[in-house]
């Protein structure tokens, strides 16, 4: 991932938890986890990320980033405990517009969008 993809998934992140913190999402920690990556090309690489943990209600909440053939995309992972398991929500494009952005994050919190 070019070092500017990786800039901008960082600014997509924290705009992210911006939202959530608008949203009521307080936060309580951060985990960090060695993930695992495979270019198109099918290099494999590994990197150390940090996820910061948000509660918001029952929910804990971390922002993550996937990688498709089709470009990055942002997703929410949810739990009910801060250890996990988390699960996924629908991934979006981190290229959206940012009311459309906020939108996708308003839909994964079940909320309706301000």
């Known amino acids: 991932m070019s070092g500017q993809v990786s800039e901008l998934l960082a600014e997509k992140i924290a705009l992210a938890e911006k939202f959530l913190q608008k949203y009521g999402a307080e936060l309580v920690g951060a985990t960090e986890e060695l993930e695992a990556f495979v270019h198109t090309d099918g290099a494999f690489f590994q990197e150390k990320v940090e996820?910061?943990?948000?509660?918001?209600?029952?929910?804990?909440?971390?922002?993550?980033?996937?990688?498709?053939?089709?470009?990055?995309?942002?997703?929410?992972?949810?739990?009910?405990?801060?250890?996990?398991?988390?699960?996924?929500?629908?991934?979006?494009?981190?290229?959206?517009?940012?009311?459309?952005?906020?939108?996708?994050?308003?839909?994964?919190?079940?909320?309706d969008p301000a």
């Not at 996937?66 to 995309?73: D, N, Q, R």
């Not at 699960?87 to 839909?107: H, K, M, Q, R, T």
């Open 51 to 111: 996820k910061r943990l948000w509660k918001r209600g029952e929910d804990y909440i971390r922002v993550d980033k996937m990688l498709f053939s089709k470009g990055p995309f942002i997703v929410l992972e949810f739990s009910d405990r801060p250890e996990g398991p988390y699960e996924d929500a629908d991934p979006f494009p981190y290229d959206l517009p940012v009311d459309e952005f906020e939108a996708e994050i308003c839909f994964d919190l079940g909320l």
